[in-house]
C-alpha cells in the first residue's frame, strides 16, 4: 500500500499496532467507513491471539462485521481505502499540493484533476472555488483588506463524470470526478 517503500509506515504497521480508538478515527475519517467502531475493536480483539499478516486475513475479519458483498463491492474496500489513505498521507499531501498548487501554471495554463474519493474530491472543490474567488475577506468586510485577487477561472463548475461506455471499458473509474481551471 505505500506509494514510497523507503516510509517505514505501512499498513501491517497499522493493523497490528495502532490503538482501536486510533484505527477507529483512521477507518471513519479515511474510509467514511460506518462500522468503524466494531472492525477496530475486532482487529484489535483478533490481533491479540495472532499477528495479522495478510490482506485476506484482514478482509475476513471485516467480512464477519460486515456480511456479504455490497452492490458489487467487497466488505473491506473501504477498510482498505483507509489503510491506503493513511500509509500515504495522500490528504495532506493533496491538501499541501493545493494550498498555492496555482503558481505552477502559466497564464492560461489549465490544471485538471481526478479524484476518486469523496474527501479528495471535496478538498478540490474547496481549493478551486479559493483560487477562483476575487477576494477571501469576510462577507460583510466594507472593503477588500486580505490582497487577494482571483488566480483562475472555473472550466468545471461541476465534476464530470465517466459515460457509461467508459464505464463499460473501465469499471473501476465509476468514482471519478473531473475538475479543470484555467489561469488567468
Do not use: C, K, W
Given at each position: 500500500?505505500?506509494?514510497?517503500?523507503?516510509?517505514?509506515?505501512?499498513?501491517?504497521?497499522?493493523?497490528?499496532?495502532?490503538?482501536?480508538?486510533?484505527?477507529?478515527?483512521?477507518?471513519?475519517?479515511?474510509?467514511?467507513?460506518?462500522?468503524?467502531?466494531?472492525i477496530a475493536l475486532m482487529i484489535a480483539s483478533e490481533r491479540k491471539m495472532k499477528v495479522i499478516e495478510t490482506t485476506e486475513q484482514l478482509a475476513d475479519i471485516v467480512g464477519r462485521i460486515k456480511g456479504k458483498r455490497e452492490r458489487g463491492h467487497h466488505p473491506a474496500t473501504q477498510t482498505f481505502q483507509a489503510l491506503r489513505i493513511?500509509?500515504?498521507?495522500?490528504?495532506?499531501?493533496?491538501?499541501?499540493?493545493?494550498?498555492s498548487g496555482y503558481k505552477l501554471l502559466k497564464p492560461q495554463g489549465r490544471m485538471v484533476i481526478i479524484s476518486f474519493h469523496s474527501l479528495e474530491d471535496r478538498l478540490v472543490k474547496m481549493a478551486f472555488r479559493k483560487w477562483n474567488r476575487d477576494c477571501l475577506c469576510p462577507p460583510r468586510t466594507p472593503t477588500c483588506q486580505c490582497g487577494w485577487s482571483q488566480k483562475v477561472k472555473l472550466l468545471t463548475t461541476r465534476p464530470l463524470s465517466p459515460s457509461l461506455s467508459e464505464l463499460e471499458a473501465n469499471p473501476r473509474a465509476r468514482s471519478a470526478k473531473l475538475r479543470a481551471v484555467e489561469r488567468i
Open positions: 500500500m505505500r506509494m514510497d517503500r523507503r516510509q517505514s509506515l505501512d499498513a501491517h504497521q497499522i493493523v497490528n499496532t495502532f490503538s482501536a480508538p486510533e484505527l477507529e478515527r483512521i477507518l471513519r475519517q479515511y474510509g467514511e467507513e460506518p462500522q468503524a467502531r466494531p493513511a500509509v500515504n498521507q495522500e490528504l495532506e499531501n493533496l491538501d499541501r499540493f493545493l494550498e
